[in-house]
């Protein structure tokens, strides 16, 4: 594990560089009327979870190509999870998949992530595999199975993470799932939902008071033609028929190339149902790419959207940001790093938009200097604001240059067996 005296001797070396970086950005700020140190403060407020399922190295369908010191289960990604931690200062919280994350001791689990620091965030179910031995195939579907006993299957697996999650003190349960068609005519489109609705009724109903159900919605994959749950009016015609503890989850990857997030994020907001999000970056499909790799300016005005929602004072319950991405390439831990950074640049960016200017130019149709007003926010260097907001989660100022200096990767390889390659799938 990496200590905190490791943290504090790699930043003493580069404490001076920083300090003079946020004089000079607070003094620029200052003539803008904006106060660096509360930008500061409010970034150092942001958190966001971490997916089990992608601090292993992911694949797609045609391979993984496995890293060296590859986590072999839960625990051993609890550990890589608290280094992100540690050198972020912005990621407490760890969403568990089952079965794939299912520990024979839950209570150990638990244990296992309070000694690390770490909460569990909202837990996910999978209805999207069959496991061994199971008795129904999802292979037609889950929730939505056209055989009611197909359907109890998968209403039963989901009371079942809401048993563990409450064991592992989580508050919400995810729920996504695969079910669609591949064929024009193979699937009765109106009562797949209304059978989606009904088997989501039955989950509802177990929900402890404190929880939620997020509804996680998506264009296509695994089904290449209809998807039961396909877009954000689904999702929110789900939510508002299923009770006020549903809500509407947002994969930034779900959606066609070059739709507007943002503008669904205003809408789900206006209904009070935005629950959440699985961030991540994409330019075709459901890439699940760094996030803010590809299109920062994308992310930025997701955030300028919910600053502004905070800003207005919209009535919305609190968000569960977590990331969802899958890291075929690179070091996960890297990825998670930098990925944890660049939401924290776009936060810190949509903070800086001079609000009562641009609703100034809004209300008197002057486009040309709205569109400015959203660019000299995001064009704003604002790295030495997030190296501020580390520092005061006691974290460092350069996460990935300590994480390198660290060996821990190295570490890694060599206390774990190296994992061997194969065919497809994404974990
Ligand atoms: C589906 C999804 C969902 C997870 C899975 C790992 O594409 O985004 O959130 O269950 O990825
Ligand atoms: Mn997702």
């Known amino acids: ?39 500061a403060a409010d970034v150092a407020g942001f958190r966001v979870a971490l997916p089990s399922w992608a601090v292993g190295t992911g694949g797609t369908r045609f391979a993984r190509y496995p890293g060296p010191g590859e986590p072999r289960d839960v625990f051993d990604k609890l550990e890589d999870c608290a280094v992100i931690r540690r050198l972020t200062g912005a990621t407490d919280e760890v969403s568990l998949h089952f079965p794939w994350d299912q520990p ?11 000694a690390l620091g770490l909460r569990f965030a909202p837990v996910n179910s999978n209805t999207f595999q069959d496991q061994p031995g199971q008795k129904h195939s999802y292979k037609y579907g889950s929730l939505t199975h056209t055989d009611a006993a197909v359907r109890a299957q998968a209403v039963a697996h989901n009371i079942d993470c809401i048993r563990m999650g409450k064991i592992l003190g989580s508050r919400a349960l995810t729920v996504w799932i695969g079910d669609g068609a591949n064929f024009p005519g193979q699937q009765h489109t109106a009562r797949a939902f209304e059978r989606y609705l009904e088997s989501a009724a039955q989950i509802y109903a177990a929900l402890p008071d404190d ?21 954000w009016g689904s999702s929110l015609m789900a939510a508002q028929a299923l009770g006020p503890k549903a809500l509407c ?20 907001i206006h209904a009070g149902r935005l629950g959440g999000f699985h961030f991540n970056d994409s330019r075709y499909g459901d ?21 502004d929602a905070e800003w207005r004072r919209a009535h919305n319950p609190p968000l569960a940001h977590m990331l969802d991405q899958s890291h075929n390439i690179t070091d996960p831990v890297e990825s998670l790093i930098s990925s944890t950074i660049e939401l924290q640049r776009a936060q810190a960016q949509a903070l800086l938009v001079d609000r009562a200017a641009l609703a100034e130019y809004q209300a008197g149709n002057d486009a040309l200097m709205a569109s400015q007003a959203l660019k000299a926010a995001f064009t704003t260097d604002v790295s030495t604001i997030l190296a501020k907001a580390r520092l ?36």
């Open 287 to 307: 890439d699940d790419l760094d996030t803010g790799s590809i299109n920062p300016y994308r992310l930025f005005l997701v955030f300028n959207e919910l600053i």
């Open 249 to 268: 989850l947002v994969d930034l990857g779900h959606h066609a190339p070059n739709v507007n997030i943002e503008m669904i994020v205003a809408r789900l």
């Open 104 to 114: 024979a001791d839950l209570p150990a689990l638990r244990a296992r992530a309070d």
């Open 211 to 231: 929880w939620s159900m997020l509804i996680e919605h998506k264009m296509y994959e695994p089904a290449f033609y209809a998807t039961v749950i396909q877009d």
């Open 392 to 427: 005061l989660n006691g974290a460092a100022i350069d996460p990935l240059g300590a994480y390198r200096a660290s060996g821990y990767r190295q570490a890694c390889a060599d206390a774990r067996p190296a994992a061997h390659g194969g065919g497809g799938g994404i974990v």
């Open 1 to 39: 594990m990496i200590s905190p005296d490791f943290v504090a001797d790699h930043n003493a070396s580069r404490a001076s560089d920083q300090d003079a970086d946020y004089e000079a950005l607070g003094r620029q700020l200052r003539r803008r009327s904006i106060d660096v140190d509360r930008v």
